[in-house]
């Protein structure tokens, strides 16, 4: 996990995004819908998930900058990603971890719509790219509820990594549907 600016970020994230959604091009309504045995989530629920997921850190990214910009510290065009962070990721990143209850997936979001919601969550990023570039970001923190506090641009790494996360997921899914 080692970015040189922000760019590297974005550039990461999109890479993964083209990965999970080609990923769920091949998968049916039928399978979309199927949590098979031992499995808490369907496909379907997982990308639910995913997209509320991206839609708060878009929120939180948003609140980060908006503290960012009251301080008024500029940018040097460097990003800094903590020692703390990069050994919770290595950490957790081989757990299964519980979704917090406010990003449980109700199962009540078709595929398409939550891909629309993705969508929309990218562009409200791409939208902050130009302040998240601008601002020195390395202090405003908000609270993940494993994590802890973390950076906008801790966020943001750390949403390309939960897609991948889950995109993962729904390959296990699939093998497990189609067997």
């Known amino acids: 996990m080692r970015y040189a600016d922000m760019d590297a970020i974005f550039t990461a994230n999109a890479e993964i995004r083209e990965r999970f959604l080609h990923l ?3 998968v049916s309504d039928h399978e979309a819908d199927i949590a098979p ?8 629920q997982v990308v639910e998930h995913v997209a509320m997921v991206d839609q708060g850190v878009v929120r939180i990214c948003g609140k980060l900058i908006s503290e960012a910009k009251e301080v008024g510290k500029m940018s040097n ?3 800094s990603i903590s020692a703390e962070f990069q050994s919770a990721v290595e950490t957790l990143g081989k757990e299964k971890l519980e979704a917090p209850t406010q ?4 199962g009540e979001t078709a595929i398409p719509a939550a891909l629309q919601q993705l969508k929309d969550n990218e562009n ?7 302040d998240l570039n601008t601002y020195d970001l390395a202090e405003p923190k908000f609270p993940h509820p494993y994590f802890g506090g973390l950076t906008a641009v801790e966020w943001l790494i750390l949403a390309g990594g939960h897609k991948m996360r889950h995109a993962r997921q729904i390959e296990d ?3 497990k549907i189609r067997q």
């Open 103 to 106: 990003v449980q997936p109700k």
């Open 77 to 79: 065009g460097t990003i």
């Open 37 to 44: 045995d031992g499995e808490k989530w369907s496909i379907k």
């Open 173 to 175: 899914l699939l093998s």
């Open 24 to 26: 769920l091009s091949g």
């Open 124 to 130: 409200a990023l791409e939208s902050m790219r130009d």
